[in-house]
């Protein structure tokens, strides 16, 4: 009876969270929330451990659980709101991973504590990590400033015109991309091709590379490599405003003399059986 009223109060405060988060989340920034649940984590560990007056542990709880479900839901909603659509079940999947992973390790560390000292010394313990973690977690800023436009960049490009069109499974395909290059762009052009790196590599892209041609230098060439056609298609609806933002500096600096920088799709020539 008294450990379900334990974990009732746990529900209840849960409950009255639920219904007053959004009117909180108006006042106070993510950060500053975060913390408060913490510092009153720590409290309540202490307070479990140390205090045998079952009204001040029920009320201990009660604000537990409204911290819960508070901090469930901002990081939640941080992790939904930091990636793009097209990874939201793999970013959920390696945050889900983290957190669960955290609360069974933790789960075994405390209990081997508490079997071989006493719970008391588990719950002063776990409150004197938790405090010393807020040095660390206090640097990590989520929900803060305005959120980045993380939404597919509208740009209705047809499909590549090719007078063998890949399957889907075909691959893996090669981009070849050459630019012409004057000499006096050519630091900035490297600067911000390099951080066009990282939108192929985030868009699905195994391998990435920008090469100078050592006979005519002006003449840049990136590559990138999909694993598949499919997969290379994909990648031209997961493209960021930000995104593009970059690949417009790196054309801005293409010599346009020599018109629009080549595009070509080289694909995986696999071996004929029986020729």
């Avoid at 588990?122 to 436009?149: E, N, Q, V, W, Y």
Wanted: hydrophobic share 50%; glycine share 8%; with cysteine.
């Amino acid at each position: 009876m008294g450990y379900g009223i334990l974990n009732g109060c746990l529900g209840v405060g849960a409950v009255v969270a639920a219904t007053t988060l959004a009117w909180i989340r108006k006042r106070i920034s993510a950060d500053k929330l975060l913390a408060i649940t913490s510092v009153y984590y720590i409290a309540a560990l202490l307070v479990l451990g140390w205090v045998k007056l079952p009204v001040v542990v029920i009320v201990t709880l009660l604000g537990a659980g409204f911290c819960w479900t508070s901090t469930m839901s901002t990081l939640n909603v941080s992790v939904q709101l930091s990636v793009p659509a097209w990874v939201y079940a793999r970013a959920l999947g390696a945050y889900l991973m983290t957190f669960q992973g955290g609360l069974a390790l933790g789960s075994v560390l405390w209990g081997v504590i508490a079997q071989h000292a006493s719970t008391r010394v588990a719950f002063t313990c776990a409150a004197a990590m938790f405090a010393l973690s807020l040095s660390f977690t206090s640097r990590i800023h989520i929900l803060k400033g305005a959120l980045p436009d993380l939404t597919p960049y509208v740009f209705k490009r047809p499909l590549p015109a090719l007078a063998a069109p890949p399957g889907p499974e075909d691959g893996p395909v090669r981009i070849s991309i050459d630019y012409r290059v004057q000499p006096q762009n050519y630091a900035a052009f490297t600067r911000a091709i390099h951080e066009l790196e990282g939108a192929r590599l985030r868009d699905g892209a195994i391998r990435w590379g920008i090469y100078r041609d050592a006979a005519d230098p002006e003449h840049l060439n990136e590559t990138f490599v999909m694993e598949s056609w499919l997969e290379y298609l994909r990648s031209r609806e997961r493209t960021t405003a930000a995104d593009q933002r970059i690949r417009e500096r790196v054309w801005a600096l293409h010599d346009e003399a020599s018109g629009p920088p080549k595009i070509s799709h080289q694909v995986w020539a696999g071996e004929v059986p029986g020729a």
